[in-house]
């Protein structure tokens, strides 16, 4: 399983970016996909995730309200769709798969792919 990342930029405050999340090898509908990010300095923590049907989400407590997750298995991708961005959202972004039924809440994953900037302007 391969993961690529792509959407990332730099907006200002208040701003709106999507994140794409493009998964490539094994059955992608049986994939839990989250989505992490890591601030310079700080340790890498989950953002939000969605379950392999999109049927069940997770967001951390910084991310309610504001971002939303989704995925589209026909076209093997999970997208986050970050709105009202705040500096202190600036992180190097990553996806991940797990291969499970369940939403995963941790930093256990299975797969990683590699990260997209994402700035935020004050």
């Known amino acids: 399983v391969q993961l690529q990342a792509s959407g990332g930029g730099l907006v200002q405050a208040g701003g709106s970016l999507r994140l794409s999340c493009a998964v490539s090898?094994?059955?992608?509908?049986?994939?839990?996909v989250g989505w992490f990010r890591q601030a310079p300095g700080k340790e890498r923590g989950l953002v939000s995730s969605?379950?392999?049907?999109?049927?069940?989400?997770y967001y951390a407590d910084s991310a309610k309200g504001r971002f939303t997750i989704s995925r589209d298995n026909a076209r093997n991708t999970v997208y986050l769709q970050m709105n009202s961005l705040k500096p202190e959202d600036t992180a190097v972004y990553f996806c991940?798969?797990?291969?499970?039924?369940?939403?995963?809440?941790?930093?256990?994953?299975?797969?990683w792919g590699q990260g997209t900037q994402v700035t935020v302007s004050s």
């Open positions: 991940a798969a797990r291969y499970t039924r369940l939403i995963p809440t941790t930093t256990d994953y299975d797969y």
């Open positions: 090898g094994r059955t992608f509908s049986s994939y839990a």
């Open positions: 969605i379950n392999y049907s999109g049927s069940g989400t």
